[in-house]
Structures are given as C-alpha cells and as structure tokens.
Nanobody, 117 residues
Framework: QVQLVESGGGLVQTGGSLRLSCATS????????MGWYRQAPGKGLELVAE???????NYADAVQGRFFVSGEHAKNTVILQMNSLKPEDTAVYYC???????????WGQGTQVTVSS
C-alpha cells in the first residue's frame, strides 16, 4: 500500500520560514510527478509547487520566489522550503504524487501551517 507522510508544519510568524518534507513508501518505481497542494480555510484545493521527474516544474503565482520545491526522484521524496511566509499562506498542506504507471494520484494526510501576523 502506498503511503505519503508529511512532516514539518507548525506555527510561524510573518516573514518566517518552514520546511515541509514528504516521505513515501510502498511504491516500487519513481513517481512521474510529486508536489504540494494546500487548502486554506473556506477555500478550495490549490497547487503550490510540483516536481516532474525530480525537477521543479510549476509554482503557484502566489508563492513564486518565496517557496522552493526539491526532492530525490529515485527515493520518491519531496521537500517544500517556504520563506517569507505570509498570513495568507495559512493552510493545510498536502503532499501529492502521481504515478504514470497506473494513472493514480496519491495523497498524504496533510500538515497544518499557520502564519501569524
């Protein structure tokens, strides 16, 4: 069974930094894509950043230049370095992975990030 486990969320002041990590298990080949989504209170799910083949390929406009995604393609891990955090970055952040072998998407359980003003 494929599992994605996030870590690193928490409470930080405006302007601070946090680093989210996602480790996976149960998938024997590298995921085609991995990344991070977030859901703020009362809002829908939003793509934050993603890797394709282990290379950063897409960032949301709202985080461009502040957030940086990286990972080890062979190990199916992904990291989100979040700098210059703003209160509007407050959300539950979900690790996400897509396998082109079976066409399935997999999700972590989510980790809360709260930025205080």
């Amino acid at each position: 069974q494929v599992q994605l486990v996030e870590s690193g969320g928490g409470l930080v002041q405006t302007g601070g930094s946090l680093r989210l990590s996602c480790a996976t298990s149960g998938h024997t080949v590298s995921f085609y894509k991995m990344g991070w989504y977030r859901q703020a209170p009362g809002k829908g799910l939003e793509l934050v950043a993603e890797l394709q083949g282990g290379v950063a390929s897409n960032y949301a406009d709202a985080v461009q230049g502040r957030f940086f995604v990286s990972g080890e393609h062979a190990k199916n891990t992904v990291i989100l370095q979040m700098n210059s955090l703003k209160p509007e970055d407050t959300a539950v952040y979900y690790c996400w992975a897509y396998s082109d072998r079976d066409g399935r998407a997999y999700w972590g359980q989510g980790t809360q990030v709260t930025v205080s003003s």
